[in-house]
């Protein structure tokens, strides 16, 4: 008889639950977690309790999430948090001012202090929370929530939404998206545009905080709208020159933001379609700030090439937006923007690795993941054009692209 090696012997004095090993322990556990006994059990334990209460506040807070977020918009389209930025108000005071009936507005106020966003009084008057005051400070956050409607709508059916049987309103709403042929209403155009310059300005400030500028030379902002991103790398670096590229109907409004940061002499516009037109020539650093997520594999594809063959080699890429977890789903990301993008219909959130994979295959090298620590708010990615010609499939640096 062959002897058994002394390591592959099962160790005797092993309790059993060792000897199942971590995939059936987890399965274990899950029906554990899952048997009413167990949880009644735990409930009255002591050391468990706290367990059990935190778990079912997160299961009860998805339940209600919904009715969370009808609060928060109703509370933004009565303006009911900007009315109080100036102190407390009685429910009286505020349901005349809001014409909403005493005991609606009375609820209302108690939903908007239970999400901390108001704080309720000893007196019975409410005032602004700390949370609320920060909500406010936060650019293009209201009217971001101000057209969440139409989200609501788009969802209202969830499985309709996920078997791609609805017809959403929100792809109407982006309608550049489609082409230059898509943005040609001014009064559409100039609602995008605002919307997106307003929310801008944390997306600046993290992308700055994430990616080097030192040693650019020349960047250009394609799809960068009306400058917001160009006005904050221009007075955060005074010695790069600054180029525009977008749509002609959305870079009308462009020279008037840069003339009040004091960059128009530093600025070049520039009107075209990255579908339609090649991308100018001559700058050393090209930014693609919240673009890949409106747009699917194909298109992105050929934009990332037309990038290659604008820059020089040595040239930078720079890639900013919200983006998937990945192996590891991010609740952000992985809800809001999957969703968001997905209601557009020409969008995807995708993770870093799998935009790094578009990257090489587009011919790029020094591919670096740079993760946000505000992933709701963006992350950032760079590459470089190689100095000599490389195969693109594997111009990537594999251990940095599969970190992420």
């Not at 992105?300 to 037309?306: D, G, Q």
């Not at 995708?350 to 993941?369: D, H, N, T």
């Amino acid at each position: 008889m062959t002897a058994v090696p002394a390591t592959n012997r099962p160790a005797r004095g092993l309790p059993k639950l060792a000897r199942l090993g971590l995939p059936k322990l987890a399965r274990l556990g899950l029906r554990l977690a899952g048997s009413p006994r167990v949880q009644a059990l735990a409930a009255r334990t002591p050391g468990l309790r706290w367990l059990v209460r935190r778990e079912g506040e997160a299961i009860f807070d998805l339940v209600a999430g919904f009715v969370h977020s009808q609060i928060l918009l109703a509370l933004v389209e009565l303006k009911v948090m900007p009315t109080l930025r100036d102190g407390p108000q009685s429910v009286t005071a505020l349901a005349a001012r809001c014409a909403v009936p005493v005991e609606r507005m009375q609820l209302l106020l108690q939903g908007g202090a239970a999400l901390k966003l108001l704080k309720r009084r000893r007196d019975g008057r409410f005032d602004l929370a700390t949370r609320g005051a920060a909500f406010l400070a936060v650019p293009g956050l209201e009217a971001m929530v101000g057209h969440h409607d139409v989200l609501y709508r788009d969802l209202a059916d969830p499985v309709a939404f996920f078997r791609g049987e609805v017809e959403t309103e929100l792809s109407g709403f982006w309608p550049y998206v489609f082409g230059a042929a898509g943005a040609s209403d001014p009064a559409v155009t100039a609602k995008y545009s605002g919307l997106m310059a307003d929310s801008q300005s944390l997306v600046a400030a993290d992308t700055l905080r994430l990616v080097d500028f030192q040693g650019i030379k020349h960047l250009m902002d394609v799809g960068g709208g009306t400058g917001a991103f160009l006005a904050a790398v221009g007075q955060a670096h005074p010695l790069i020159r600054l180029s525009l590229f977008d749509l002609p109907v959305v870079v009308e409004a462009a020279p008037e933001r840069l003339a009040k940061a004091g960059l128009m002499q530093r600025v070049e516009i520039h009107g075209g379609s990255f579908r339609d037109d090649p991308l100018p020539q001559g700058a050393d650093a090209i930014s693609l700030i919240r673009i890949l997520f409106d747009h699917q594999d194909a298109t992105v594809a050929a934009l990332l090439a037309k990038v290659f063959a604008a820059l020089p080699p040595g040239g930078r890429i720079i890639i900013a937006e919200p983006m998937s977890g990945g192996a590891r789903p991010d609740r952000e990301t992985d809800t809001y923007f999957a969703l968001y993008t997905a209601a557009m219909r020409t969008g995807r959130t995708r993770s870093a690795v799998e935009i790094s994979a578009l990257l090489a295959q587009a011919g790029f090298a020094e591919i670096r993941p740079r993760p946000g620590f505000r992933p709701y708010v963006t992350s950032a990615i760079t590459a470089v054009r190689p100095l000599v010609a490389s195969d693109p499939v594997g111009s990537a640096n594999p251990t940095q692209a599969e970190t992420v």
